[in-house]
């Protein structure tokens, strides 16, 4: 095995093995049963209250409390929680190893300090398709397994838009890839300030601190915030709810993930020239 | 045996900030031999040892392993050398057995259950293998930290501070596995410790620095053999007063001091067959003579301290 290979087995099998990325994985299985119980309780009786305001414009057939619904409705509430879940991981796989000690064994090995980043950067990529594939499977297949299949009425900026069932598959595809993407964004920043310091929490609270103030200054429609707002990547993190418009404003999404590419590859050669820069003295 | 040194140092400078912790330290390190690297809190010995493992980059100056520039042959050097830096610490979360599996795919070396058993019984551990890091004392850890330094058979191991937390037993196996290593494979050790006696004892070769900078390289034999040796003598029983032989000029001049059943005192090594005599003349019967270099003096007079 290369010695990049052997790094990087040895990252993976930390990540599956360190308790903390249970917590993750926890927090979003709870989530997502804890949402389908309430909606299977309560659901419809919410529902009907909704739909109520739309039936004087015209008459809602069939089932509108589905799995997709459900699947929509998960998304956009773990749109928050998802970046911390992913910092808490990724923001502690270099900071954490120097607070702890165990990068002195790691540095001091035929790895070069270059193939032990990005071998972090992949394992904290590969923890964020966990958790991914895990918040897909709870909203989307175990959701749909509950609440059956059906036409999604998603509600978004431009108003109420009915997605058919035959026609949602792709832009779930489409939609869990630029939450990747999105939270790769998050997984890099998250990497590059553990890079930057000693200690495990101070990189996670500050990727949090960084999205709420991008989030904030993405809220307001103000003239000095609008100059900055194309290039936060907060602003491209939600651009998966475009998916759900009719019709799909394609070009706005390539746009982002464009966007979203660019800071993950900065965030990465960032955090490469860092952590190639710094002296070890923890 | 090659006569390249193993490290080579040359005009090391490092500084953290307006601080330089390192001032143009050079030194060399030569094979098969097991050098101790001494000085006080503060003196730019982690630093220095940090620097040699690549762990901190200097501003300025050379560091050559077995002749060649770490700056450039990393990879090939790092496979060659093992250490503990500063203090051995591990993945809590996972077992011994783990870890070292773990540290051994990183050095690129395909490991069986039987080296690794070799290893762990080594240093003292088997048995304990499976049990989790963060249940091993300061001490288990020590030795689990030694076996990774061993794991892929390396020709120069750096040990900074390794006898802290050892029982005395454990001081006394360590001494035992490095003198093993050195005489059996040839390991050269660059071994930095506050115990000035376990140094003493084992080091064939001592660097000093004090404050960043060198005070003195050299074979421990030859920089001693300058001082006075501290000899005592065990006598049968405890004299009830200061026995009158001690008014003979040759205790008196040398300073002795009756302590209990033991007499110790200040003299070169010559002076020794002159002390037996005067032992046989005065009629004092004794158990056992010993005389030590007194490496600790030796290291305040040449720090200042």
């Known amino acids: 095995m290369s010695s990049f290979g052997a790094i990087l087995k040895n990252e993976l099998y930390k990540t599956i093995r360190r308790p903390r990325s249970y917590i993750g994985i926890g927090v979003i299985s709870f989530i997502c049963v804890m949402l389908q119980s309430a909606f299977y309780q309560d659901g419809k009786e919410i529902l009907s209250f909704v739909t109520q305001q739309f039936e004087s414009t015209f008459q809602i057939q069939g089932e509108v409390l589905n799995g997709n619904l459900i699947c929509f409705i998960v998304l956009q509430t773990l749109i928050v929680q998802m970046p911390l879940l992913v910092a808490l991981v990724t923001g502690d796989l270099v900071s954490g190893e120097i607070a702890q000690g165990t990068i002195r064994f790691l540095l001091t090995r035929p790895a070069s300090r270059t193939q032990i980043i990005i071998a972090k950067w992949i394992a904290g990529l590969f923890y964020t398709l966990i958790l991914l594939l895990v918040l897909g499977f709870f909203a989307l297949f175990v959701s749909k397994w509950i609440f059956g299949d059906g036409d999604l009425m998603a509600l978004n900026s431009e108003g109420l838009t009915v997605i058919r069932a035959d026609d949602i598959q792709w832009r779930w595809g489409l939609a869990f890839v630029i939450a990747f993407l999105s939270l790769g964004v998050v997984a890099g920043l998250a990497n590059l300030l553990s890079a930057i310091m000693d200690n495990s929490i101070t990189p996670i609270v500050s990727v949090m601190a960084i999205i709420i103030v991008f989030t904030i200054i993405g809220m307001f429609d103000l003239p000095s915030f609008d100059l900055v707002k194309p290039f936060l990547f907060t602003t491209h993190m939600i651009s998966w709810k475009s998916l759900f418009e009719d019709p799909v404003p394609m070009q706005d999404i390539l746009f982002s993930c464009g966007v979203l590419v660019v800071h993950i590859i900065v965030f990465l050669l960032a955090s490469i020239w860092i952590f190639n820069k710094k002296d070890m003295k923890a | ?305």
């Not at chain 2, 045996?1 to 330089?20: D, E, H």
């Not at chain 2, 097991?34 to 100056?61: A, E, H, V, W, Y």
């Not at chain 2, 390991?187 to 404050?211: A, P, R, Y």
């Open chain 2, 1 to 305: 045996m090659s006569k390249i040194p193993v490290i080579s140092a040359k005009n090391l400078v490092k500084n953290y900030g307006n601080f330089r912790a390192v001032d143009d330290i050079s030194f060399e390190v030569m094979p098969g031999s097991i050098c101790g690297f001494l000085g006080p809190n503060g003196s730019g010995k982690s630093t220095t040892l940090r620097m040699m493992t690549d762990l901190i980059r200097p501003d300025s100056g050379e560091i050559l392993w077995f002749g060649e520039s770490l700056k450039s042959h990393r990879s090939s050097i790092m496979n060659r050398i093992g250490c503990i830096i500063e203090k051995p610490d591990f993945y809590t979360y996972l077992s011994a057995l783990e870890n070292l599996q773990l540290l051994g795919r990183a050095s690129g070396c395909r490991k069986t259950k039987a080296d690794y058993d070799e290893l762990l019984q080594l240093v003292g551990l088997k048995g304990r293998e499976k049990d989790a890091v963060k249940a091993y004392s300061h001490g288990m850890k020590q030795r689990l930290g030694l076996a990774q330094a061993l794991l892929h058979q390396p020709e120069v191991v750096i040990l900074d501070e390794p006898n802290t937390g050892l029982d005395p037993q454990g001081i006394i196996d360590l001494r035992e596995v490095i003198l093993q290593l050195n005489r059996e494979k040839g390991i050269t050790f660059l071994f930095s410790s506050h115990i000035l006696n376990e140094v003493q004892e084992i080091c064939t070769d001592l660097i000093v620095i004090h404050k960043g900078k060198m005070v003195v390289q050299g074979p421990t034999t030859e920089l001693l053999s300058q001082q006075k040796l501290r000899v005592s003598i065990e006598l049968p029983e405890k004299p009830d007063t200061a026995p009158s032989w001690l008014g003979n000029p040759f205790f008196t001049e040398r300073h002795a001091v009756l302590d209990g059943r033991y007499l110790d005192l200040q003299m070169s090594k010559e002076e020794i067959p002159l002390l037996l005599e005067n032992l046989q003349k005065v009629g004092q019967s004794f158990y056992r003579i010993d005389y030590r270099n007194q490496l600790e003096k030796y290291f305040l007079e040449i720090t200042n301290q």
